[in-house]
């Protein structure tokens, strides 16, 4: 297992180091690229070796594994052993001086990268050039070392290779009448990779197309704006064809129009803007770098996007357009899938959950922005009241305060915190009356967080047994609802605010988990805003449903289970990562399903592994689950596209993303049955994954949980043409 394990780690640390140039994670690109650094033998192994000696430094300097078969540590490296060995031939004296170079490069690497972290930037090909620029330089006077021919009788190692078809196909490309702007893109691209030739252009493109087709359209793109820029201004074209500093156009359309900001309309937009911006750029610092005789490789590129990624940062508000991308998947299109099904998902989403100040059935009487008191500063406020089924909020004639169904009614705490104010003995109102000069009535503020407060009012006078500094949990009695103050009939307000005192002004801030009814269904919201005559209620958890899901690190789950061919025993295990984020790990296939429970809702945010597993058919099954039982209750949720459409159905979708999508994934839960409501033992769930092709399902796979004494007795899964069926035991 551990030689197995090394091989692996060393396979993906290689490989990765390769595709990291063109930001990816992708295997057919890894190959591909390393297969085009060995079109010139030398240069290739000089690179490989490159990638090794870097990847072996940081781990014996003791650096995360992680990390190094990420190839953080190798890409740099990579770069500057493809450019000396492009310089210099093989001998002793030049493998002396890789490991030296790899040295500086490794140390540069680690320190730009603990310096930039502090403004989460990244390092780029800094270390590349602090590298190749640091023996270039030195090297000068380095007898030992001797200079090569390599490139200027290309046909000559090519046919040494003894691959005729690789020397027509050379001409070809290169001797055709190809397009100029072509030929020069494709040599652009290959010069990446110290390659100056179409060829090797071509077979990157391919590999870009592969890993991404909105990366791919980008590098197209990108080189296109620079290519008729220059013709528009009358630079000397040429200096994009035989100085190949063309890829800092193509590295820079990538980086910003796709991988560090999410793919959209903005960022394709900010990616063409700067290119005008690099263009001069590159001819004022390749005028200085001429003076001394090096080359300036990708200086334009790192410095265009650290100077703009880092005034995004800058930014009042961090999340307006273009946007960064929060969790990086190395992929253009899962950090754009992952975006737009997030801001559908989270759209609302506040780390601190703030509920609803009471238990059962209430109506919204006044919103926000509402007709009567719900205006200016204090806009973003709710009034709640208790109505029967005949929309009335009183028995008999309403007269008397104790005949409103809310009055006397518990208010709660609406989540965690301390108490902050305290406004009691203020007297109950006669119904129609108002008292103006108290104008909040028996109040309580409670602090959640750092600038978070909610405050209840128009309690009963005498209700309030609390005292400021009092510690209070989330559904914690505060008082009852009265009709004190501002209130000429029984009801209760509620706001959030960032200030401490009775009667801040309010602030926009969504309620985390309740249920609203209608025509006899209930639709679960999440971090949602209640609106004015909505029927409301508070989640009330379901203890079956909460057992089932409470997923603590350690815990193992075991199933059996049968797909129509074979039987076998699948486990998973409970784990967490250093930043503490819970996952159901399954050691067989290497797939991990992140998820978050709140005790009141469980949901998947994440998915790392093969999509024909078990736990990748529980992660799309229950995607997200309240963990509580109503009849008549669905949850509604969109996935990720890439979760449920493969690549090839997705292949042309991809292009258009950014723009505009035709193709959606989608999730709904439903809760079927429940064996007896006061001391249940069975709740059955249905689930459904719809993929849709301008609003056609083209794909669905259908789920029932069978949820028996406080755990997941079973899950079945069907697709179209097989049945899974998983027994747990625990």
């Known amino acids: ?36 650094t060995f079109f010139d033998f030398s240069l290739g192994l000089s690179g490989l070796l490159a990638v090794i000696i870097s990847n072996l430094l940081a781990l014996i300097l003791g650096f995360d594994r992680k990390y190094i078969s ?42 730009t990268s603990g310096f930039l972290a502090k403004y989460a930037l990244p390092y780029l090909s800094i270390p590349f050039l602090v590298g190749i620029w640091s023996v270039l330089l030195a090297s000068r006077g380095f007898e030992s070392l001797g200079l090569s021919q390599k490139g200027v009788y290309m046909l000559n190692e090519l046919y040494a290779s003894g691959e005729v078809w690789l020397v027509n196909t050379y001409h070809w490309f290169n001797e055709s009448n190809i397009p100029l702007v072509v030929l020069i893109y494709l040599k652009s691209l290959g010069a990446i990779l110290f390659q100056f030739n179409a060829l090797s252009g071509i077979i990157i493109a391919i590999g870009l ?80 770098f001429s003076l001394i005789q090096i080359g300036m490789y990708s200086l334009p590129f790192n410095m265009v996007v650290l100077i703009f990624l880092y005034v995004l940062k800058l930014r009042i508000k961090p999340n307006s357009k273009p946007e960064e991308v929060a969790i990086q998947l190395y992929s253009p299109e899962k950090n754009l899938y992952e975006r737009l099904s997030n801001a559908k998902r989270y759209s609302n989403f506040k780390w601190q959950a703030i509920g609803l100040p009471f238990f059962g059935e209430w109506s919204v009487s006044q919103g926000h922005k509402g007709s009567y008191t719900h205006k200016e500063e204090w806009k973003e406020a709710w009034d709640f009241v208790i109505m029967d089924d005949d929309n009335k909020q009183f028995k008999n004639e309403g007269d008397f305060r104790e005949d409103y169904f809310c009055f006397n009614k518990p208010v709660l705490a609406s989540g965690d915190g301390v108490i902050e104010k305290v406004l009691t003995g203020i007297e109950d109102n006669t119904i129609g009356d108002s008292n103006l000069h108290q104008n909040w009535g028996n109040s309580v503020v409670i602090k959640h967080g750092y600038q978070l407060y909610s405050q209840v009012s128009h309690l009963k006078e005498d209700s309030i047994k609390l005292k400021k500094g009092d510690e209070v949990k989330k559904g914690d009695i505060i008082g ?126 994440l998915f790392e592994g093969k999509r024909d597993s078990l736990l990748y058919y529980f992660f799309i099954g229950a995607y997200k689950v309240l963990l509580s039982y109503y009849d008549n209750l669905s949850v509604k949720e969109q996935y990720p596209l890439h979760l449920l459409a493969p690549s090839g159905l997705r292949y042309l979708h991809d292009f258009t993303a950014p723009f505009f999508q035709y193709m959606s994934a989608q999730y709904r839960l439903e809760y ?28 669905q796979i259908d789920f029932k949980f069978i949820i028996k004494n406080s755990r997941f007795a079973s899950f079945e899964i069907k697709t179209n043409n097989k049945t899974i069926i998983a027994q747990c035991t625990e």
Request: hydrophobic content about 45%; proline content about 4%; overall charge positive.
């Open 209 to 288: 197309l592969i890993y991404s087709r909105i990366a791919f359209s980008l590098s197209i793109l990108s080189f296109l704006v620079a290519y008729y820029f220059y013709l528009f201004i009358g630079a000397d074209i040429d200096a994009l064809g035989y100085s190949y500093i063309g890829f800092n156009f193509i590295l820079s359309g990538i980086a910003l129009g796709s991988f560090f900001l999410v793919p959209s309309k903005s960022s394709y937009l900010w990616a063409f803007a700067l290119v005008p911006p690099m263009v001069v750029i590159t001819a004022a610092v390749g005028s200085i």
């Open 1 to 36: 297992m551990i030689a197995r394990f090394n091989i692996v780690f060393w396979f993906e640390s290689i490989i990765h180091s390769y595709t990291q140039v063109f930001f990816s994670k992708n295997k057919i690109l890894g190959v591909l690229l390393i297969i085009t």
């Open 70 to 111: 990420e190839g953080s540590y190798g890409f740099n490296g990579l770069l500057v052993g493809l450019g000396l060995g492009l310089f210099y031939e093989p001998n002793t004296a030049f493998f002396v001086l890789l490991v030296v170079a790899m040295l500086i490069t490794v140390l540069v690497t680690i320190a």
């Open 480 to 605: 009852r609802c009265g009709n004190s103050g501002r209130s000429p009939y029984p009801h209760l307000h509620f706001q959030v605010q960032q200030t401490p005192f009775i009667g801040s002004k309010t602030m926009e801030y969504p309620l985390s988990t309740y249920l609203v009814k209608k025509n006899d269904t209930l639709k679960f919201k999440f971090f949602d805003f209640p609106k004015k005559d909505a029927i409301i209620k508070s989640v009330e958890t379901q203890k079956l449903m909460t057992s089932a899901f409470h997923f603590v690190p350690g815990r193992t789950l075991t199933f059996k289970v049968n797909d129509g061919t074979e039987n076998k025993n699948v486990t998973w295990k409970v784990e967490n990562d250093m930043y503490n984020n819970r996952y159901l790990y399954c050691s067989e296939t290497n797939s991990k399903a992140f998820f978050v429970n709140d005790d009141t809702l469980h949901y998947f945010t």
């Open 672 to 699: 079927i049955s429940i064996d007896d409501d006061l001391s249940p033992n069975k709740i059955e769930l249905h689930s459904s994954a719809n993929l849709k092709l301008i609003n056609k399902i083209t794909k």
